[in-house]
């Protein structure tokens, strides 16, 4: 084989449906993975362990012929942490949490099903990880600097909430210091979408992407609760 490997410039268009579908079995799975575990324990978790439990049920949903969410079948079978390449391919090794690609044909011709993907990213939120410098310096912003979802103009961030924190006061504090709107290249805006099946709210903004000419980014972001609160603070913004 000669030649350099190539990946198209035009952007990938994932539509709202497909989004649906992963922000609803991602409800589903979390609901079934705070139900087996003690709220205690749960609480002890750190990311890593939160979203391998996450994947296994997410896994066995997948392959269970009676699930309900029968959108499933227009997705693979979702990667935790596969390796992919940012991008301009300096890094060949950026992970993004969970990354679901939808069936061959779904999405028209996209040149290269390695980067036409749903992707997504997850953190948890609680005193230690602070919205500001966890959530959106840590998270929201590989999907602005081109480290993950490049070509595709929509992706998932997903909050791991373990105190009071609430949607989307919260974050549209956060979002809206100078530096952070800089950073993000943050609309302004966050707007309601509609709820998973189990009734999570999801929000939604818009971030300008500053490499390749590509459009903006709209990110949907999930949060999602411990049986009980872990610990009884919140992040700044809380009452907005």
Not at 86 to 107: A, E, M
Not at 111 to 139: L, M, Q, R, W
Not at 234 to 240: C, E, N, V
């Amino acid at each position: 084989m000669t030649g350099a490997l190539k990946t198209p410039d035009q952007e990938v268009e994932i539509p709202t449906s497909l989004i649906k579908i992963v922000t609803d079995v991602i409800a589903v799975a979390w609901q079934r993975l705070i139900q087996d575990y003690d709220n205690t324990d749960f609480c002890n978790f750190v990311e890593d362990e939160i979203t391998e439990k996450l994947y296994t049920i997410i896994g066995e949903m997948d392959d269970d012929p009676t699930e309900e969410l029968r959108g499933l079948a227009k997705l693979q079978s979702p990667v935790r942490e596969g390796n992919i390449r940012n991008y301009n391919g300096d890094h060949i090794d950026k992970q993004p949490d969970l990354t679901w690609r939808p069936q061959k044909g779904l999405l028209g011709k996209v040149g290269n099903t390695t980067t036409a993907a749903i992707f997504v990213e997850c953190k948890p939120v609680d005193k230690t990880h602070p919205i500001g410098s966890t959530y959106c310096k840590k998270g929201l912003v590989r999907f602005i600097n081109g480290d993950y979802a490049w070509r595709v103009n929509r992706a998932i961030m997903v909050g791991y909430v373990r105190n009071l924190s609430k949607l989307p006061g919260v974050l549209e504090y956060a979002l809206d210091a100078p530096e952070m709107k800089k950073l993000l290249g943050y609309s302004g805006s966050i707007s309601s979408e509609k709820v998973t099946i189990e009734n999570d709210g999801v929000w939604r903004t818009t971030h300008a992407r500053k490499f390749r000419n590509l459009g903006n980014i709209q990110i949907e972001h999930l949060w999602l609760y411990t049986r009980e609160p872990c610990e009884n603070t919140t992040g700044r913004g809380s009452s907005l």
